[in-house]
């Protein structure tokens, strides 16, 4: 056959179809109602629902952002909250976060010198704002991880470490005694830290919590797209109040229309850490683990008892590489990206610095549109170098290391012809090279040093969408 080179395109974006569950063959995976399965990979940033500003900065460009989202093919962001007003968070400037969750109606001056909070009063601005942006997500056809809790609002986490001179977002949380009308104390032990507010500790405060979490459950219960999750890296003292937030969420949805998952991230402070085994053993259907085990550097195949929704935000912090999101997608897991992306804090540039890993994970979800994915399991074992995910007898996608040039893949399962596409993720060009005998085990070289995917499949084996 003649070679030819043509284009990686993306399949057509659509809105979802129902709430997401485990897919029950493959549970690596999710699958919508009509029994489509779905791979979930995507960019998030920190003020695509509160705005996270100096006071003179313009506003988040949420509409943008969407769009730009879909640009790169992804089909998933994390919809970040944020529990805290405004303070002095790594940066030398007040950040402002807002519109808040609860009406700031005095009487009295917050820390910040703003109208105390009344926490047994909403903002209405918020959760119409929160609606909005999880509707106008869905018609572009992007899940949204929806959070309800926020670590790093609740104490410094380390921060005194990097700079001395920071602030504590701690002293612009409603539950700070001094900022509130209510007499709520998240802090009634003077540790100069809110970590009690994560925990079953505080009666008054939980019940707070639940009648918010209630709010919002009830908010979004109609939206197909979403999936709970509960807290960014809270501390590990707050993995039984997570256990009973994720309950909740559940016992709140049994009565309403429909069902969503729910995903925990793994707890984090630096110092009270939690462990990637509390979220094993979590009822969350979904997790997002730590470094531990390898997920940063070489993750471990996913065996399905979790969807493992792989964050860098919980690996680097912000970090990652190309690499990295192909060895993830063939694990078979959900690579996500804490992204940059024109953060005030960094001057609002873009940094470009990270387009690969962008990239990389658009290009994962085009290869995840274009297989059986349901039929698809880790399988490294059938190669010796990189990473194979493999629908044994029918299609294997391999990921090259960029310190090899060619890979034996062992094809002695499948009998007939097979054909052989490369896929370049510099040019997003691809490459149709000559077939190669099956029921073997088979040497497939580079086009050139650019080329790090390969898919094998059966000779005219339908691209399943």
């Keep these: ?33 009509s029994g489509h399965t779905v791979y979930l990979t995507g960019s998030h940033t ?15 460009d949420y509409s943008a952002y969407l769009h730009w989202l879909a640009s790169l093919n992804h089909n998933c962001t994390r919809l970040w909250a944020w529990e805290h007003a405004s303070w002095m968070q790594f940066t030398d400037r007040r950040v402002e976060y807002a ?18 909070f009344d926490v047994t009063r909403f903002d209405e601005s918020y959760f119409s704002r929160l609606r909005e942006r999880v509707q106008l997500a869905g018609e572009m056809g992007i899940y ?34 001094d900022n509130n009308i209510n007499g709520i104390d998240g802090d009634p032990h003077d540790i100069g830290r809110g970590r009690l507010v ?22 979004l219960n109609d939206q197909d797209h979403v999936i709970w999750e509960i807290s960014n890296e809270s501390p590990g003292s707050s993995v039984n109040w997570q256990y009973q937030m994720i309950s909740l969420i559940k016992d709140i949805e049994r009565m309403l229309p429909k069902q969503h998952l729910v995903l925990m991230t793994f707890p984090y402070d630096g110092v009270d ?15 997002s683990p730590n470094p531990e085990g390898g997920y940063k550097d070489n993750p471990p195949p996913a065996d399905g008892s979790k969807i493992v929704i792989s964050d860098t935000d919980h690996l680097w912090g912000i970090g990652g590489n190309a690499d990295w999101v192909w060895r993830s997608f063939l694990a078979g897991h959900h690579p996500i990206f804490m992204d940059p992306y024109l953060d005030v804090r960094g001057g609002e540039i873009y940094d470009a610095q990270w387009e690969p890993v962008r990239r990389a994970m658009g290009h994962t979800l085009a290869y995840a549109q274009r297989l059986d994915l349901a039929k698809m399991t880790p399988a490294d074992e059938l190669v010796d170098t ?20 060619a890979v034996f893949v062992d094809l002695s399962d499948i009998s007939g012809a097979m054909s052989v596409e490369w896929f370049n993720p510099q040019t997003e060009e691809l490459f149709d ?13 580079q086009p050139d040093a650019d080329y790090r995917v390969v898919l094998v499949q059966l000779r005219n084996a339908q691209d399943c969408a």
Excluded at 198 to 219: C, D, G, M, S
């Design 99 to 116: 519109p808040n969750r609860y009406q700031r109606t005095g009487p009295g001056l917050a820390r910040d010198g703003l109208p105390r």
């Design 433 to 445: 090279a000559w077939d190669v005998a099956g029921g073997q085990r088979v040497r497939l070289c």
């Design 273 to 287: 850490n939690g462990s990637n085994e509390a979220l094993w053993d979590s009822p969350a259907e979904a997790i």
């Design 386 to 405: 990189g990473r194979c995910l493999a629908h044994r007898g029918n299609a294997y996608l391999i990921y090259l290391p960029g310190d090899v040039d």
């Design 1 to 33: 056959m003649e070679t030819k080179r043509r284009r990686l395109e993306p399949s057509p974006r659509c809105a979802a179809e129902g709430p997401l569950t485990a897919h029950p063959l493959n549970p690596r995976y999710f699958v919508d109602p």
């Design 144 to 177: 949204v991880l929806v959070m309800f809790f926020q670590g790093f609002s609740i104490e410094q986490k380390l921060a005194e470490e990097i700079d001395p001179t920071v602030g504590d977002p701690w002293q612009g949380h409603p539950f700070h005694r």
């Design 198 to 219: 994560h925990t079953l500790a505080l009666p008054r405060i939980t019940a707070l919590q639940e009648q918010y979490v209630r709010r919002v459950v009830a908010l």
């Design 46 to 60: 920190w003020a695509n629902v509160q705005e996270r500003r100096y006071p003179e900065t313009p506003t988040f």
